[in-house]
């Protein structure tokens, strides 16, 4: 092999790699975040239930976290289905 075409094979090898290091996650950056558990303890009997948004009461003991009533909204009214 001459010096000119180990200098292209090489030069190349060089784009190749150069390449490979500019290439970007499919997904995008990749946050690095502490493991966490997302759970609540119930502060009635203790069990623990997965965290999910609407939890509103144990389904071990029916302790009720939050006591919600719907109220009339900017854009949504609440119906009166008594007819």
Do not use: W
Not at 31 to 43: G, I, V
Request: aromatic fraction near 8%; glycine fraction near 8%; charge should be positive.
């Amino acid at each position: 092999m001459s010096d000119e075409e180990k200098k292209r094979a090489q030069s190349y090898l060089e784009k190749l790699k150069q390449t490979a290091l500019q290439q970007q996650h499919y997904g995008g950056e990749i946050k690095q975040t502490p493991a966490s558990m997302d759970a609540r303890d119930c502060p009635n009997c203790g069990a623990g239930r997965a965290f999910r948004h609407g939890l509103t009461s144990c389904a071990y003991c029916g302790f009720v976290f939050m006591d919600t009533t719907l109220t009339d909204g900017i854009y949504i009214k609440k119906e009166n289905n008594s007819k």
